[in-house]
């Protein structure tokens, strides 16, 4: 049975929390898989992925964002909540793991972060895993998720703890179990710091100029890439991995059926199987 850690890592004045799952056999020629939640998630979201790849000899790696799960919750003053911001700062995260060259498996809106770290240091990347994730400037936002930034209204949203199930139940066509949710409440739960920093990465987004950003930056990208897609997706349509499955040189798709935008939570044995094959393939 696949043991799964929990750690932390203080990072200047940043506390990083994540899970890892060591390899359960000696595998030294495959590289660490870094895996990276979306909005209103944690890393909690790929426990079932983290122990399929430490099954087939890959160290897995999943911090909790900054802001999000039981990571550091710096005040917006402190700490601006930006795309850019949020990427500086797992590129200062996986330094302090020394993690040189990795496997780098993003999702959701908050994917488009794990995105420009990515375009910003392609010779840390072997291979890339994009799930479910806004590539193109004219994705928006559901409303369930720009609801939590309007002005007053945003200021209350984040601080119920409910906001959690219609979330993570509203992107997809399952039910989360309730002792799941306990664990994805649990940050709102205990202080009030949770709701604010959500405020401030919803408020802080600027989903249509990042989405911009990464779609200029993977015109260039030369790495093989699968987009993995669930395909009951209510927010983000299928059409735009196969756009980017077209368009990038080495890039791929695999479409998951009955799976919706948090595919890692929704169905984790199809991600796996998925993402396995496209990991363990020998460089062409």
């Known amino acids: 049975m696949v043991a799964i850690a929990e750690q932390r890592l203080q990072v200047g004045d940043l506390e ?14 495959r590289l660490p898989v870094v895996l990276l939640h979306g909005l209103v998630s944690q890393s909690y979201s790929w426990r ?3 122990a399929a790849l430490a099954e087939q000899g890959f160290w897995a790696i999943a911090p909790d964002w900054i802001g999000h799960g039981f990571s550091s919750r710096p005040e917006p003053r402190a700490f601006d909540y930006r795309p850019a911001t949020l990427a500086h700062a797992l590129g200062e995260f996986l330094d302090a ?3 040189e060259r990795i496997h780098l498996v993003v999702q959701g809106y908050l994917g488009l972060s794990g995105l420009l770290y990515g375009l910003a240091h392609p010779d840390h990347i072997e291979r890339l895993v994009i799930v479910n994730t806004p590539l193109s400037p004219e994705a928006k936002l559901p409303w369930k ?3 939590m930034g309007l002005p007053l209204a945003g200021d209350m949203i984040t601080q119920d703890p409910l906001l959690v199930d219609r979330t993570l139940e509203g992107g997809g066509p399952y039910r989360v179990d309730d002792k799941d949710l306990d664990v994805y409440r649990k940050p709102f739960l205990t202080t009030a710091a949770a709701g604010r920093a959500l405020l401030a990465t919803v408020r802080n987004l600027q989903l249509a100029k990042t989405a911009a950003q990464v779609e200029t930056g993977l015109q260039t990208w030369a790495q093989p890439t699968l987009l993995l897609w669930g395909v009951e997706d209510p927010w983000l349509s299928v059409g735009l991995a196969e756009t980017w499955a077209s368009t990038l040189p080495q890039g791929e798709l695999a479409k998951l059926d009955q799976v919706g935008h948090y595919a890692q939570e929704d169905w984790a044995e199809k991600v796996s199987e998925a993402l396995l094959p496209f990991l363990r393939r020998a460089a062409v």
């Open 16 to 29: 990083w929390f994540y899970r890892e799952a060591q390899p359960l056999s000696d595998s030294r020629d």
């Open 48 to 50: 079932g992925v983290m």
């Open 97 to 99: 793991l020394n993690l």
């Open 145 to 147: 998720v720009r609801q």
